[in-house]
């Protein structure tokens, strides 16, 4: 099992920034996908989840709105679109993949908001 992210960096806020997830491992079309963030001193915070098969969303209120998670079961790809990103968006961001007792997770990718 192997989820690896990919796409993050800095950017100036305002700015966007779009991260992937490539999977590989296990039936990707089976599993619901999540990003989470950990920003420096502060807990693990769910940001999105997607169902598996796509059609359903939720977001973490600070960023519902700016934020879209989306994935691609034929690339066994999840994606995160991050536009008007701010200072307080910087984190390492991880992706997930969770069903009942499975749980996986990337090696994170940081995300730096700065001018």
């Known amino acids: 099992v192997q989820l690896v992210e990919s796409g993050g960096g800095l950017v100036q806020p305002g700015g966007s920034l779009r991260l992937s997830c490539a999977v590989s491992g296990f039936t990707f079309s089976s599993y619901a996908m999540r990003w989470h963030r950990q920003a420096p001193g502060k807990e693990r915070e769910l940001v999105a989840a997607i169902s598996s098969t796509g059609g359903n969303t939720v977001y973490a209120d600070s960023v519902k709105g700016r934020f879209t998670m989306s994935r691609g079961n034929a690339k066994n790809m999840v994606y995160l679109q991050m536009n008007s990103l701010k200072p307080e968006d910087t984190a390492v961001y991880y992706c997930?993949?969770?069903?009942?007792?499975?749980?996986?997770w990337g090696q994170g990718i940081q995300v730096t908001v700065s001018s």
């Open positions: 997930n993949a969770v069903r009942g007792n499975f749980d996986s």
